[in-house]
């Protein structure tokens, strides 16, 4: 259910979330980060919100037309370029 008492939204959000805050938490070992405020938490909500955004709008429209593993692939294209290397590839 996307909508109701406890939606799609929150549910995924979550295990999104903590799956992203132990990928961080294992290849930062002993790193800080160049800006106090870029922490684990604020990146893996960055990318949940981000990931769940895309999942819900492929539900949203049916998810008939564009197969899991292309949408798998756009997001990936995503997430792995500046938004100008987006701009530039159009």
Do not use: H
């Not at 008492?5 to 938490?25: H, S, W």
């Not at 049916?62 to 987006?86: C, F, H, Q, V, W």
């Amino acid at each position: 259910k996307l909508e109701g008492a406890v939606t799609f939204n929150q549910i995924a959000m979550k295990c999104v979330y903590e799956m992203f805050m132990n990928i961080i938490n294992e290849k930062s070992t002993g790193k800080k980060s160049k800006y106090r405020w870029l922490t684990p938490e604020v990146i893996s909500t960055y990318y949940a919100q981000s990931l769940c955004f895309i999942t819900e709008g492929w539900i949203d429209q049916g998810m008939d037309d564009i197969e899991p593993k292309e949408m798998a692939e756009a997001y990936m294209y995503l997430i792995t370029r500046s938004m100008d290397d987006i701009l530039s590839e159009l």
